[in-house]
T-cell receptor
Framework: QKEVEQDPGPLSVPEGAIVSLNCTYSNSAFQYFMWYRQYSRKGPELLMYTYSSGNKEDGRFTAQVDKSSKYISLFIRDSQPSDSATYLCAMRGPTGTASKLTFGTGTRLQVTL | SQTIHQWPATLVQPVGSPLSLECTVEGTSNPNLYWYRQAAGRGLQLLFYSVGIGQISSEVPQNLSASRPQDRQFILSSKKLLLSDSGFYLC?????????????FGSGTRLTVV
């Protein structure tokens, strides 16, 4: 079993739709949770960063963490064609040089006109 | 502000040829540095990471090696490329003292071994 599971998609939605992207994980030591967005042929860029359980909102994006269920989500409201990209979740344990990021495999999102 | 540079963007190399990919970071000192390979449908595979000059940890045994000759320079090398070395190679850095932050990635090198 992988430490982090993420549905690879592709996920196709019409412009304006609400998108829900999800990851599950098995390591209860994970405390920091991130979402990266990666456009085709580019490096991933950090989109959202959260610590422990709860919600965090930034514009059209909301990151949600449920540590009791080991489940994290990224919601995109009013999706735009420019949101078409691969979204990777990432997480890590407590602060320490041995604690590296563990990534999901990414979900490819296509927002159509 | 901190920036990360990675080059070249695209590379086509014959089987058996050597490889050298370079990554440099500006605007920070003593970063943690990482080399990843990304293959379609397989996500990001951590190849090497470094917490300081000359300190390299290998995550996966393979045909590649890494070196860190300077604080903000990270090099990925191979003496003889294999077809299986094709992929998208990404360099990344993170702040070493406050390692709860995420990583910042370079723009990547698409390597095709023919």
């Amino acid at each position: 079993q992988k430490e982090v599971e993420q549905d690879p998609g592709p996920l196709s939605v019409p412009e304006g739709a609400i998108v829900s992207l999800n990851c599950t994980y098995s390591n209860s030591a994970f405390q920091y949770f991130m979402w990266y967005r990666q456009y085709s042929r580019k490096g991933p860029e950090l989109l959202m960063y959260t610590y422990s359980s709860g919600n965090k909102e930034d514009g059209r994006f909301t990151a949600q963490v449920d540590k009791s269920s080991k489940y994290i989500s990224l919601f995109i409201r009013d999706s735009q064609p420019s949101d078409s990209a691969t979204y990777l979740c990432a997480m890590r344990g407590p602060t320490g040089t041995a604690s590296k990021l563990t990534f999901g495999t990414g979900t490819r999102l296509q927002v159509t006109l | 502000s901190q920036t990360i540079h990675q080059w070249p963007a695209t590379l086509v190399q014959p089987v058996g040829s050597p490889l050298s990919l370079e990554c440099t970071v500006e605007g920070t000192s003593n970063p943690n540095l990482y080399w990843y390979r990304q293959a379609a449908g397989r996500g990001l595979q951590l190849l090497f990471y470094s917490v300081g000059i000359g300190q390299i940890s290998s995550e996966v045994p393979q045909n590649l090696s890494a070196s860190r000759p300077q604080d903000r320079q990270f090099i990925l090398s191979s003496k003889k490329l294999l077809l299986s070395d094709s992929g998208f190679y990404l360099c990344a850095w993170s702040v070493s003292r406050y390692s709860n932050y995420g990583y910042t990635f370079g723009s990547g090198t698409r390597l095709t071994v023919v």
